[in-house]
């Protein structure tokens, strides 16, 4: 797809990108005050912004909603296997029901004995995805038309795939280093789930999926449960006879007043997100469904909660003499990695490398890291500087874009070192 170019950028644009890739203040000047080590920093391979930026934008400029992404998986492979990386594509999408698969690339080390690290991201976006134009003010990437960015996740992708790509070309010694890049993550991490890792070998990795401040990590979330509701009730005349019916809305309303929603505890939370049902004014409702979800990162709790609302459904059918239908799937399922745990002390170490705060965090939300937990491959979220996301205004600077580019690069530098060798 053809779209605009911002200035500074494409055909025309490279030189005046090398002069702002020069200017060495630009990320720095974003270190906290308590950065000190600018000897790692200065060790630390360069990066390529240039390229770096570019890759983030011709990803963005391809459609690439969930279950369409075969566009952008076609463009990623070719670019990838240019670039000199190893790449196999899976067959994801026909189990799943999307054009694209999802793509397992390498960059083949030569420490054998070193841990195999995977870096992880996702290609599909939210919609809307179509026609976008952008454009790059003061530093920050923004969309200047109705669709979405799309930094959610290629600011999370560029950066992974230019940490590889600044490993391989700095000479250095490494293991081998695997990513991870799914289809499908937005609409219930379906790819990620139908990626096979077993046969991978894969030790522990970081999927670059959340947002700022960039040196931060999530290592511990929520189980994720989702719900559906349909009360039948009964059809009637409104207007002739009323009293024939059981109206399904009146059942709702009922199991609804007083239900717990909202932020049931510090770490759950509960909502209705879609009601639909009813065929006309004239009609006393027969059925409507709603579409509900809980979390927390305590199963006893969110089980509690899921019971409560399901209880609330059932009495208010009971009381109308209507039935209640319940779906109720879990999604997917939290993981806590330790502070202990080499991944985090990896991630940490590299994280205070560049003088970044290395926080750990816990979050609600879901990504690819519960899917490959719960797989056995442990792992954590790397933050990146997507910010806003799923939201017209998503947004990323260029600054942040490099700074994540250069913490996955020493996380990969690090899981490098003698200490964390396997016997
Ligand atoms: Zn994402």
Known sequence: MSLNMIPGLGKSGTSRMRAAASNSGMTRARLPAC??????????????????????LNLCEINSPSLGEADVVAWAKQHLRAAGLEVHEDGAGAKIGGNGNNLIVWLRGTMP?????????????????????????????RSTSDTILGADDYAGLA?????????KESGLAHGDVCLLLSVAEEIGLKGAAALETHDLGLDFGFVLDTGPPVGSFVTRTATHDK???TIH????????????GINAIQVVAEAVHGMRLGRIGPETTANLGIIAGGTGTNVVC???????????????????????MIQK?????????????????????????????????IGQTASRSLGLDPALRTTLGGSDANVYNSKGLPCIVMATGMTDIHTHDEHVSRADLVLTAKLALACLLETAKDEYRKS
Do not use: C, W
């Open 35 to 56: 950065y000190t080590d600018r000897v790692s920093l200065q060790a630390l391979p360069p990066v390529n912004e240039a390229r770096l930026v570019q890759l983030f």
């Open 313 to 345: 459904f059932e009495a208010a059918a009971r009381e109308f003499g209507a039935t209640v239908e319940v779906t109720h799937d879990r999604h997917y399922r939290s993981y806590e990695i330790p502070e202990s745990t080499t991944v985090v002390k």
């Open 286 to 308: 027969p059925s409507v469904t709603i579409k509900a979800e809980a979390r927390s990162t305590s199963v006893p709790d969110l089980d509690a909660q899921v019971d409560h």
């Open 233 to 244: 009730g009964k059809p009637a005349h409104a207007g002739k006879d009323p009293e024939k």
């Open 159 to 167: 950066p992974a795939v230019e940490a590889m790509l600044a490993l």
């Open 113 to 141: 004995a070193a841990p195999k690290v995977f870096l992880s991201a996702h290609f599909d976006t939210v919609e809307p995805t179509e026609e976008l134009a952008y454009e790059e003010q003061d530093g920050v990437f």
């Open 227 to 229: 719900l559906e509701f």
